[in-house]
């Protein structure tokens, strides 16, 4: 996996596939399934707000407003768009309906959905502060 916004959209995919296809034989699954579409929905609001101020904070210290800073602020905008967009779809979709969809044709077994849960846990921005705090 490159890092894409594509790869991590199908990895949490595969991640809710699996959530999905087990929850006959663990009812605590659909729990785990409802808290990571909204941890992933609360982090998507939360990385747009901190971009966005960052870059008024910049704006701001220079004095002056460039077209790329507006430009990229749009950018940021629809990347935030298209992951809740994805999010939501995810979230009408019936859990039963939700296993018809799958993107990859191949299905996740319980060593691979815990490589997904710890990749994307590493993508969280305490996982990648966590040597900061171990070195002070």
């Not at 701001?60 to 999010?87: C, N, P, W, Y």
């Not at 993107?103 to 993508?123: H, Q």
């Amino acid at each position: 996996v490159s890092g894409g916004e594509d790869e991590i959209q199908q990895l949490q995919k595969a991640l809710l596939d699996y959530l999905d296809e087990n929850t006959e034989t663990d009812g605590s699954l659909v729990f785990s399934r409802k808290f990571y579409i909204a941890q992933w929905f609360r982090d998507t609001t939360m990385e747009t707000e901190k971009a966005i101020k960052s870059q008024k904070d910049e704006d701001s210290s220079e004095g002056t407003h460039h077209a790329k800073d507006v430009e990229t602020t749009g950018q940021i905008m629809h990347r935030a768009e298209s992951r809740k967009k994805f999010l939501r779809s995810i979230i009408k979709t019936a859990p039963s309906q939700f296993s018809t969809l799958k993107m990859n044709s191949d299905t996740v077994d319980y060593e691979d959905s815990c490589l997904i849960v710890r990749y994307l846990a590493s993508m969280r921005p305490f996982a990648q502060s966590f040597d900061i705090y171990l070195t002070q």
